[in-house]
């Protein structure tokens, strides 16, 4: 299945302080047997980047937040144009970044900067087709190599904020349900139960077992 061809033009680009205002994304993928606590996180943690023409490097699909959708709409949108994925995007970004357009990077002017808000994107679909794949290739990375082949320090800075987030997110979770774990106590024989239920018995309380100081606080690491 193709996606819409992609948007093109600035008519539509909201600018704030003389900034052109850029909403992407860290697309990702957890492993099946991800668990963060018996197998290395980084081996089953990857996350998308995408290639430019005649650039070895790599980025996160990002683009020109326009006046007529929401942030995330935005994040959603370049996702699907530049790199053929959907999914499900965080609530909120995982921070906001200053920084100087592709064109400007060596130049001293004042104009070419820019303001991006990146989510990140639990990927559920990757299409066959899409808008820009044909100036645009995906690749899965782990975490590790995708530091080595971001292209600008602010992308790093927001791959690390990714892993603090995500590494934040799975310790609370995992916090609720060791909470929530019942407690399973043996089960007593016949024998056990007609004692126990004998006038005057003093018997030993059986055992029980608390499922939750065995569980592990783990963390992805970048």
Known sequence: MSSLPARTGRYR?????NL??????IPYRLGKNFTGCYNNPEKKLLVLMISSPDRDDLVFPKGGWENDETI????????????GVRGILSENPLGVWEFRSKSRQNSSSLEGGCRGYMFALNVTEELDSWAEQASHDRKWLTTEE???FCRYDWMRDALRSFLKTL???R?????????ETPVIRPVADAGEVRQMSSPG??????GVQ??????????VQG
């Open 201 to 206: 018995y003093f018997g030993k309380p059986s």
């Open 210 to 219: 608390h499922l939750e100081n065995s569980c592990c606080n783990c963390v």
């Open 13 to 17: 680009q909201r600018y704030k302080d």
């Open 146 to 148: 995708a530091f080595k």
């Open 171 to 179: 310790s609370l979770k995992m916090a609720g349900e060791s909470k």
């Open 20 to 25: 052109r205002l850029v909403s992407g994304c």
């Open 72 to 83: 995330d709409e935005a994040a959603r949108r370049e996702a699907l144009e530049e790199a």
């Open 167 to 169: 590494s934040e997110e």
